[in-house]
């Protein structure tokens, strides 16, 4: 579907046209589910105004994270919480500046965030109910960029690159970091072993113009310990945020046709799309 939402594909086999049943379920059931967290995000925050009326308060609902039952996101400027299941969504932030990029640590316990607390965009981290945020960087306009399988935060920053290139780096509960050790990495998800990530070279490219085919057009790249980082959506259409989904499944946003799409690309080398 070059015009729909969703696209696939099929790395172990450049010469397939069609998905497996059991990847297209799955692959229905997470797009399902993303849907449902979306509609539960509108209507809960919609449902929080001074006067109980749901319809008089439309919103813009950002950076939804989700860890079990629970959605973590951004709104007003702040950080909100509420269930997947719906309810009423309940305030976890009322900071002057900006908090965005929320992402739920893999124990369920934890949610990372950027904020502008002191002037410069660094990263926080607090209890998911709710709690006082602790810093965790000291860069500057640093971004999450989500959680190790070990529990370790994975944070995106141009302090350690010689060049303006942003770098992967995970920090532990101690402050210790290790430098991811590609030369640009900007977003990325890695497997649950830890073997494997998926990430993107560049930041995003901020215009948002439609079907960009210049030099700093994102797109997502494969790194497996040891070898060198081989490139998966090299066809000029804009990819970001990946996330990894079920083995060997990763999913990411395109702008290809003009329009926003999910991608779901599974495996090592490109093959179909349908």
């Not at 015009?3 to 497996?20: C, K, V």
């Not at 494997?196 to 790249?221: H, N």
Request: glycine residues 10%; proline residues 7%; hydrophobic residues 35%.
């Amino acid at each position: 579907m070059r015009h729909g939402i969703l696209s696939l594909r099929n790395f172990h086999d450049p010469g397939a046209t069609e998905m497996q049943p059991a990847m297209r379920n799955s692959i229905g059931k997470i797009f399902v589910r993303m849907l449902v967290v979306v509609a539960i995000v509108t209507l809960s925050v919609a449902g929080v105004t001074a006067d109980d009326k749901p319809s008089t308060r439309p919103g813009y609902y950002r950076y939804p994270a989700i860890h079990g039952d629970t959605i973590v996101f951004t709104a007003e400027g702040d950080l909100w919480t509420v269930s997947i299941k719906g309810g009423e969504a309940k305030r976890l932030t009322s900071a002057p500046g900006e908090e965005v990029l929320a992402a739920i640590s893999p124990d369920g316990k934890t949610v990372a965030f950027s904020a502008q607390y002191e002037g410069p965009m660094d990263v926080y981290t607090m209890p998911v109910d709710g709690g006082l945020p602790q810093r965790r960087t000291w860069n500057g306009d640093t971004g999450v960029a989500g959680w190790m399988p070990d529990g370790r935060l994975l944070v995106s920053t141009t302090r350690y690159s010689t060049l303006p290139d942003p770098k992967l780096v995970a920090i532990d509960s101690s402050g210790k970091y290790e430098i991811v050790p590609l030369s640009q990495a900007a977003e990325g998800a890695f497997t649950p072993d830890g073997k494997t990530l998926f990430f993107t070279r560049l930041e995003r490219q901020p215009s948002q113009t439609k079907r960009y085919q210049g030099g700093t057009a994102e797109s997502i790249w494969r790194y497996d310990a040891g070898s060198e980082a081989v490139s998966l959506t090299s066809d000029f259409a804009t990819s970001h945020n990946p996330m990894f989904l079920e083995w060997p499944s990763v999913l990411s946003l395109r702008s290809r046709w003009g329009m926003g799409e999910l991608s779901i690309s599974a495996g090592r080398t490109c093959g179909c799309s349908i």
